[in-house]
Nanobody, 122 residues
Framework: VQLMEAGGGSVPSGGSLRLSCAASGDSYGDYCLGWFRQLPGKEREAVATIDSDGRTNYAHSVKGRFTISQDNARNMLYLQMSSLKPDDTAMYYC?????????????????WGQGTQVTVSS
């Protein structure tokens, strides 16, 4: 499975960005798709996930501001980010695994993209 993110950039506080993740290769019947973020020297953390049953989960810090969605026909995953804050600054990664349990746990994922940088200025 190959994943490629796009859509990162630099925005002022309060701005919006839409991240996309293109997936290719093997597919799974049961799966978790997720967006994660990481700062240098920090652990990777879950931002938002969606599973094969359509259930979504969000980190408390992004609830109400971020929306995860998928387009199965195009093998695309999206993260709409609004009301961005400087604390949202990080490298954002998309990931996938062939299970729909523990979607919020990053070390259970099998495949990762290269990441896209999001920088929010105050």
């Amino acid at each position: 499975v190959q994943l490629m993110e796009a859509g990162g950039g630099s925005v002022p506080s309060g701005g919006s960005l839409r991240l996309s993740c293109a997936a290719s290769g093997d597919s799974y019947g049961d799966y978790c798709l997720g967006w994660f973020r990481q700062l240098p020297g920090k652990e990777r953390e879950a931002v938002a996930t969606i599973d094969s049953d359509g259930r979504t989960n969000y980190a408390h810090s992004v609830k109400g501001r971020f929306t995860i969605s998928q387009d199965n026909a195009r093998n695309m995953l999206y993260l709409q980010m609004s009301s961005l804050k400087p604390d949202d600054t990080a490298m954002y990664y998309c990931a996938v695994k062939g299970s729909n349990s523990n979607c919020l746990v990053p070390w259970t994922y099998h495949y990762w993209g290269q990441g896209t940088q999001v920088t929010v200025s105050s």
